[in-house]
């Protein structure tokens, strides 16, 4: 039997981060303003310090990784890419199957890649209170962990359904010295708007990340922090797919396809991006590989929204960016991969979908699940339920292999364990959960509120 664990030498972890933006074959729509005309430079400083937005802006191909931040990383860094033997004999496929697995970092996913960077990047601008959202917790926790590491306190404003089912999640964000405060709250405008309308809203990415942005840009001493979908998060999240082509190289193998789940989409291009470098580049290896985002089918927004500018909160407090969306003030039912319960997708993602380089698909949650317990019981590690999404695609696809008897080989981004979301596996064990199809009258209500926009 083949190698199980292929592993790379700290010496080996990447010097830099991978900038997509550099090989697109067109160059990316510009964030607007409320007048619909491109942000102008500095209107962003308010939460961003200027060595984030530059990076947010950058078009050079690398950009070096601050030894700072790569002394931080070497606690989990570089991550282990593993062959799943046992899920391929399992499943009497041809296919084979590897995943990189980012559960190994403290946090518990992959998210600490880039709140490192950012918490370091705001302390060197001086600044000493970060104000973020979260969903499931991931992102809140990696950003507590990174806080923490540069002396930084972190604010961080949890989607109330998220709240409620991920009580450890919020128990690991305060262990590391951070606030947690369930959203919508009484302790922004934002917040109290929306209870003032619907006391029970369940909350959502977007409404949290109205409530973060509020106070940032309120108090001086204090900045936003962002998960996912903005090009700098992006950015610093590929690490993961740069190592999994060093990792691929020393197996002497290379995808043919890539999985990865889909919400804001820093989980999808830390995989995909570094392997989209090759096909840009026309490596012959890269000719027919196909990067596939999988979302949930509660929350479509590559496969049902619509590619418009938009808002990324629900109160209009950002920059309109181009995206896929269902509407900035669409909110999702409370399903347990609260990480993929964005309205908006990263406008290089949204953008590299529209012009054909990448796939999408949606999935229902039962049936992620259930491919979340089988991968479990063969390969021993419990999945996230945002990973669980791309663990459902990848099996799809190698039973299919199965059926044609076609020997792919199938790359996995398992972006984190399942340890603080059991509460979702029991109901899931106890026949309590359910698959919910957003309706479609819902999501053109949605889309009909999107801001008029000449572009």
Not at 139 to 159: D, T
Not at 277 to 293: N, S, T
Not at 428 to 435: P, W
Request: hydrophobic share 40%; aromatic share 10%; charged share 20%.
């Amino acid at each position: 039997m083949s190698q199980t664990k292929i592993l790379l030498d700290e010496s080996e972890m990447p010097t830099h981060w991978y900038n997509v933006v550099a090989d697109m074959p067109n160059k990316p729509y510009p964030p607007l303003g409320p007048d619909g005309k491109p942000l102008a430079p500095g209107r962003m400083e308010a939460i961003f310090p200027a060595n984030i937005l530059a990076q947010e802006t950058a078009t050079e191909r690398w950009v070096p990784i601050p030894e700072p931040v790569r002394e931080i990383y070497r606690l989990w860094r570089p991550s282990p890419l593993l062959r799943a033997h046992r899920l391929e004999a399992l499943l009497g496929t041809p296919a084979k199957i590897y995943y990189k697995y980012e559960g190994v970092s403290p946090a518990g996913s992959h998210k600490p890649n880039s709140a490192v960077a950012q918490a370091y990047y705001n302390r060197v601008a001086g600044i000493k209170r970060l104000v973020t959202e979260t969903g499931a917790g991931q992102w809140g926790s990696a950003l507590a962990l990174a806080g923490q590491m540069f002396g930084i306190s972190v604010r961080i404003y949890m989607v109330k359904v998220s709240y409620g089912q991920k009580p450890f999640r919020r128990s690991l964000m305060q262990a590391w010295g951070a606030e947690v405060f369930a959203s919508p709250s009484e302790l922004t405008e934002a917040g109290r708007q929306v209870l003032a309308r619907a006391p029970d809203n369940p909350g959502s990415l977007g409404i949290a990340i109205s409530e973060a942005v509020e106070e940032a840009a309120a108090r001086a001493d204090t900045n936003y922090a962002l998960g996912s979908v903005l090009n700098h998060v992006l950015l610093h999240q590929t690490v993961i797919g740069l190592e999994a082509k060093k990792q691929l190289e020393k197996a002497g193998d290379y995808p043919d396809m890539i999985f990865a789940p889909c919400g804001g989409g820093s989980n999808f291009a830390g995989i995909a991006f570094p392997f989209f470098a090759d096909k840009a580049a026309g490596d012959k290896r890269a000719e027919k590989l196909r990067l596939v985002a999988v979302e949930p089918a509660s929350c479509p927004t590559l496969t049902k929204g619509v590619y418009a500018y938009d808002f990324g909160d629900a109160s209009g407090f950002t920059p309109l960016m181009k995206m896929y969306t269902l509407g900035h003030d669409f909110i999702p039912p409370g399903i347990h991969a609260g990480g993929l319960r964005y309205h908006g997708d990263s406008p290089l993602v949204s953008q590299l979908y529209h012009e054909g380089h990448l796939e999408a698909m949606a999935v229902p949650q039962l049936a992620t699940f259930e491919a979340g317990v089988q991968f479990a019981r063969a390969e021993g590690i419990l999945p996230a339920p945002e990973s669980c999404h791309a663990i459902r695609a990848a099996l799809d696809e190698a039973l299919r292999c199965k059926r044609t008897g076609e020997a792919k080989t199938l790359l996995i981004n398992l972006s984190g364990h399942g340890h603080f979301d059991m509460a979702a596996y029991d109901k899931y064990f106890a026949g309590e959960l359910s698959d919910y199809e957003y309706p479609a009258q819902e999501i053109q209500a949605a889309l009909k509120r999107l801001p008029e926009v000449q572009a």
